[in-house]
């Protein structure tokens, strides 16, 4: 079976609670919030149904058994099948060992920047950093809280992971905003020339030939061999 035919990570998180035990899918949403898993995964209970239906699907959960309480109405209890078992483990030994590329925002952002004039873009990542300082306090008052008093450290790694994250991100885009104020950045004289022309209404071809210096061969002439 590919897993790129079920690749949500909720799916992931609910046959992690169903190795535990049974449970009906409004019980796994709770657990998965109780440990504050919404954080790493994202979370959604029309979502829920949809992923829970194609891990049924293909044989990872199958129905065990039906409850009710009282008036309510009846609910569906799902265990996890030992095809599910084998799925779980070989899908996360591979989150685990094998790096993935992903596609932060924040990359896309500095990848294009050079649209907006140098000075702006140092205004917009020093607002950033501030933001993510708020974010930063936040969560480490979290993390001296009663509510993580007592953790062990495997129940709160991927917190710990989300940290150094922030630190890293916050720490990058600080100083290459205070550089981008001095201006200490490799090819901003150019940028910040290319805005200046563009600002006098200069025509196209004029900022072209003072970029094509600077770029790639194709992207400089607009042809592709």
């Known amino acids: 079976m590919s897993r790129r035919a079920i690749a ?5 998180a609910v046959l992690s609670c169903l190795w535990e035990r049974p449970m009906y899918p409004y019980e796994i949403t709770t657990t ?17 149904y949809a992923v829970m239906k194609s891990l049924e699907k293909h044989g990872f959960i ?20 030992a095809e599910g078992r084998r799925e779980t483990t070989e899908w996360l030994r591979d989150l685990l060992e094998t790096p993935a590329k992903e596609y ?16 702006e873009v140092a205004g917009l990542l020093r607002t ?3 933001l993510l300082t708020s974010e ?11 509510e993580f008093a007592g953790l062990p450290e495997i129940f709160t790694a991927e917190f710990d992971y989300k940290l150094a994250l922030l630190r890293a991100e916050r720490d990058y885009i600080a100083a ?29 071809h004029e900022v072209q030939q003072l970029l094509a210096p600077h770029l790639p061969k194709e992207a400089a002439t607009g042809t592709h061999e």
């Open 8 to 12: 949500n990570p909720l799916a992931l």
């Open 32 to 48: 998965l919030r109780e440990r504050g898993k919404e954080d790493s995964i994202r979370l959604n209970f029309g979502s829920l």
């Open 62 to 81: 199958e129905e065990s058994r039906f409850e009710r309480e009282g008036n309510r109405p009846e609910r569906t209890v799902y265990e996890i099948t």
């Open 104 to 119: 932060p925002a924040i990359e896309a952002g500095l990848s294009l920047m050079a649209i907006l004039p140098p000075r």
């Open 128 to 130: 950033r950093a501030q």
């Open 136 to 146: 930063l306090e936040r969560r480490e008052a979290v993390a001296s809280g009663p």
């Open 176 to 204: 290459f905003a205070d550089r981008l104020d001095r201006g200490e950045v490799g090819g901003q004289d150019v940028w910040a020339r290319m805005h200046e022309l563009l600002a006098q209404g200069r025509p196209a």
